[in-house]
């Protein structure tokens, strides 16, 4: 799978970023496959937990969304211009391919 500079390649448990290894762990890599292969797509945390986890997301639970932030975290460290997971409140996690103005916060 690959988006932009993204190319993850699942049964490998790899990440490459602008032509750059990333290291991520397994479940990086499962939570960051699951918002490719939905790319543009809003993936609420229950879905998200359930293809990733393989059980239903319990309450309280925010295994999710601190995965989420790790992914987002090295992805953005390797290509500090670029933002690759969208938050929407209420709703769960987005990957599309954005560019980040660091200077206006845009």
Excluded: C
Excluded at 12 to 39: N, T
Excluded at 44 to 72: C, N, T
């Amino acid at each position: 799978m690959q988006v932009a500079d993204v190319e993850v390649r699942p049964t490998e448990g790899l990440v490459v970023v602008a032509g750059r290894a990333v290291p991520m762990s397994a479940r990086e890599v499962s939570v960051l496959s699951a918002l490719v292969a939905r790319r543009d797509r809003t993936v609420s945390r229950r879905e998200l937990y359930e293809l990733v986890w393989g059980a239903p997301l319990r309450d309280g639970d925010r295994s999710v969304d601190v995965y989420v932030h790790k992914v987002r975290s090295k992805l953005e460290a390797a290509v500090p211009d670029a933002r690759f997971i969208h938050t929407h409140v209420g709703f769960g996690y987005r990957f599309s391919h954005t560019f980040h103005n660091p200077a206006t916060g845009t």
